[in-house]
């Protein structure tokens, strides 16, 4: 009984087995396991390839011996090409995928997989501030919390009480570096020490508090906003 080497099942006598003269005269193989290692085709009749004791369709064992160029899909027979993360362009196809300008020796940003100069990347794909309303170039600093997006500058990032700048560096985590209202709406952003009633500056910070007019109140002086108190019972 013969044994198939990938599988391990036997091969008995009377059974259709492949020979292949590329691999010597010992290993054979199943009708259905003759298949290319990397994509699975079978190559029963058809031309295939024997490496390091495997079985390749023409198409991956040149793969095996020079890289395929992401951009033409044919193979890199030169010794120059271009590689980023992980994949192979001739040098004349490494382009910008929107303006196609050729990008050897330039500066350029991949985005799924896919190559970009900075000036169409930043138009197609350039986040825009919540302060100043401009994108974000690729050259700019930004922060970013829960889907907005901020330059990380004094005059951009900072606290919408006393406009001191928040962006020292670290990350915001927790609430140790700037307080995020939510009835505020995403962008307006507190230090913890600024987050207090416009009113009689009563830090509320874990308190119930109420937005209105750009300003943070207590439930009290919110309530004063909107009917007077009476000066006898107070309420």
Not at 163 to 180: D, T, V, W
């Amino acid at each position: 009984m013969l044994f198939h080497p990938q599988c391990g099942e036997g091969i008995s006598g009377g059974e259709m087995a492949i020979f292949a003269s590329r691999a010597g005269p010992g290993p054979c193989w199943h009708p259905a396991c003759f298949a290319c290692a990397t994509c699975q085709e079978l190559l029963v009749d058809l031309i295939y390839f024997h490496q390091d004791g495997k079985i390749h369709c023409g198409r991956h064992h040149a793969e095996l011996l020079k890289p395929r160029c992401s951009a033409c899909d044919e193979i890199i027979f030169s010794d120059e090409c271009t590689e980023a993360e992980g994949r192979h362009w001739h040098m004349k196809h490494f382009a910008c995928f929107e303006c196609e300008t050729v990008l050897g020796g330039q500066r350029y940003i991949m985005k799924d997989g896919r190559p970009y100069c900075c000036g169409c990347f930043e138009s197609l794909y350039a986040e825009y501030c919540e302060a100043c309303g401009e994108n974000i170039g690729v050259d700019h600093a930004q922060m970013t919390y829960e889907g907005v997006h901020w330059h990380a500058t004094d005059t951009c990032f900072c606290c919408a009480q006393c406009k001191s700048s928040l962006s020292c560096g670290e990350g915001i985590s927790g609430g140790e570096m700037a307080i995020f209202a939510s009835r505020a709406g995403p962008g307006p952003c507190w230090h913890p020490a600024c987050f207090a009633c416009a009113t009689c500056q009563e830090l509320l910070v874990d308190l119930i508090y109420f937005h209105q007019d750009g300003k943070i109140h207590c439930g009290r002086h919110h309530a004063e906003l909107l009917k007077p108190r009476c000066s006898a019972c107070d309420e």
